[in-house]
């Protein structure tokens, strides 16, 4: 008796067969009722129950979706069939190259009915074309060269730009950082704090700042932040190492909304 | 009197929309037909397909499907696009006067009938190889990028030929297979 | 792009051009995050309809 893991080499050996077979049929045009489903339906029945990872999953996933491809082929090739308009294509291929030029084009005419289609220029777009090259502005204007100066090259300071905000002084990941590590070191014994005691600063200006980073914090996965409905609550729940983002099971996007009366409000009730 | 006042109006209309181009392609859709004539456009073309057959002219309409459709739904005659076709057939010399080459009319029939023969798509090579067969490589290039620019083919993925929207408001496929079987070789 | 990812993207372009002998070019209208001293900084400014012209030096 082979072995699970023989088994398993022979089964995606089966599967990597079946996908180049029908993926023949589609890609060259082949007949599709080549591919005899039933049997391949019954090979990969046999071997699902042997697959475990994902990347065997998804190439069981593949092979079925191959099928599909050919079953949908075979069923237009049935519905071709069943039209008026089908004729042996062997015998039709002969026929067209004996045919002489001359003969195929006068048969052709026989039942060829082309389509009606005028074009007439009315004075209302006459008015709009003249009305259009009245305003149009000669080439010599339009086409003008771009009006090029040489400049002196000034010069500056990292200080001077960064005082213009034109640099950044600080990466922003090192707010970040900062911004974590303030997170981890105020949270609770349930290792949490809520949202709003965290971002809360003096100055409107320097609460909106927290919230901002707060919200990369828990988008790139150095937080959480959990949302009690019921409550009207929202608490942060800081990460020891950053959850990488695709790992995450659901992302959903939370709109917080940080009014100056909001703020000030909160300001009040924790001061009282 | 009212009613047949009403009609002519509205086949009036229908000609001045059918008759010229609006778009880029000729012909107009179903719902707008149904915006400018009313809901009770398809008699209005009846009406006028009554007028054009003295003219040997047709009204045409041709299905988002590819396949005809017997018994349309309002819906797919929304859909549907409408043209004013000839309705009888086309003399040799009428096709030279349309700026039409009794050879390139033939490189276009070969085209077609290989395509359907192919039940539908054929690769592009396969089509010119047979078109060079009877007519210059450089009349061959010329010809296929018009057949395909005019709207009788299109090529798809993989230069793979396909029939295209002036094909099938033009040519009656099942007369062109009928007369290529019953034709005797050369 | 967010101030993160624009970081993240200044890092990579400086790292992979850092030792190949080759020089990269990056024009850019927003606030600019490179915060190693390698990096030639020359800002254009329009100033009353005049461009003026700064390196940092």
């Not at chain 2, 006067?97 to 054929?122: E, F, N, P, T, V």
């Not at chain 2, 296929?144 to 709207?151: E, H, V």
Request: net charge negative; glycine share 6%; with cysteine.
């Amino acid at each position: 008796m082979a072995s699970k893991k023989q088994r398993k080499k022979l089964g995606s050996e089966h599967l990597m067969r079946i996908i180049d077979l029908c993926e023949s049929v589609e890609e060259r045009g082949l007949d599709p009722f080549l591919v005899e489903v039933d049997d391949v339906l019954a090979v990969v029945r046999e071997y699902f129950p042997d697959w475990e990872l994902p990347e065997e999953l998804c190439l069981d996933a593949e092979a079925v979706h191959k099928l599909a491809s050919v079953i949908k082929l075979q069923s237009d090739w049935i519905k071709r069939r069943s039209t008026s308009l089908y004729t042996d294509p062997f015998l039709l291929e002969e026929k067209i190259r004996k045919l002489g030029g001359e003969k195929l084009g006068t048969m052709f005419l026989r039942c060829w009915h082309p389509i009606v289609e005028l074009e007439q220029i009315s004075s209302h777009s006459l008015a709009e074309a003249i009305k259009y090259w009245q305003e149009l502005l000669p080439l010599r204007e339009r086409w003008l060269d771009f009006p090029t100066q040489e400049r002196a090259i000034g010069a500056t300071t990292r200080e001077e730009l960064i005082g213009q905000r034109i640099l950044v002084g600080k990466a922003f990941s090192e707010d970040l950082h900062v911004l974590w590590e303030e997170l981890k070191h105020r949270v609770d014994e349930e290792g949490k704090i809520r949202y709003w005691e965290f971002v809360e600063a003096d100055t409107y200006a320097e609460t909106i700042k927290r919230a901002f980073i707060t919200s990369f914090l828990v988008t790139y996965g150095y937080a959480n932040l959990e949302v009690h409905r019921l409550e009207e609550e929202m608490y942060l729940k800081p990460f020891d190492e950053p959850v990488p983002f695709l790992e995450k099971r659901q992302v959903t996007s939370l709109p917080v909304s940080i009014s100056f009366d909001e703020w000030k409000k909160l300001r009040e009730a924790n001061q009282g | 009197m009212k009613r047949k006042a009403y009609y002519t109006r509205k086949v009036k209309q229908a000609t001045h929309l059918l008759f010229y181009k609006h778009h880029r392609k000729p012909g107009v859709k179903g719902w707008e037909l149904k915006k400018q004539l009313g809901s009770d456009y398809p008699k209005v073309l009846d009406i006028l397909d009554g007028y054009l057959k003295s003219l040997d002219l047709q009204v045409k309409t041709v299905f988002d499907e590819e396949t005809p459709v017997e018994k349309p739904t309002r819906k797919q005659l929304d859909r549907a696009r409408f043209f004013i076709t000839l309705r009888g057939d086309v003399a040799p010399k009428e096709a030279k006067m349309m700026g039409w080459r009794i050879d390139d009319i033939a490189g276009l029939a070969i085209a077609i009938s290989y395509i359907l023969a192919k039940k539908g798509q054929a690769p592009r090579d396969e089509v010119e190889d047979l078109l060079r067969n009877k007519l210059p490589g450089w009349r061959v290039d010329v010809n296929m990028n018009r057949y395909i620019r005019s709207g009788y083919l299109a090529e798809g993925e993989n230069k793979k030929l396909y029939l295209d929207w002036r094909t099938r408001a033009e040519v009656d496929q099942k007369t062109l297979i009928d007369l290529l079987l019953g034709a005797e070789e050369q | 792009m967010d101030p993160k990812n624009r970081e993240m993207i200044a890092d990579i372009l400086v790292s992979s051009v850092r030792g190949t002998g080759t020089q990269y070019l990056a024009i850019t209208p927003s606030q600019i995050t490179f915060s190693e001293s390698d990096v030639h900084i020359v800002t254009v400014q329009n100033i009353e309809g005049t461009s003026a012209v700064s390196e940092v030096t």
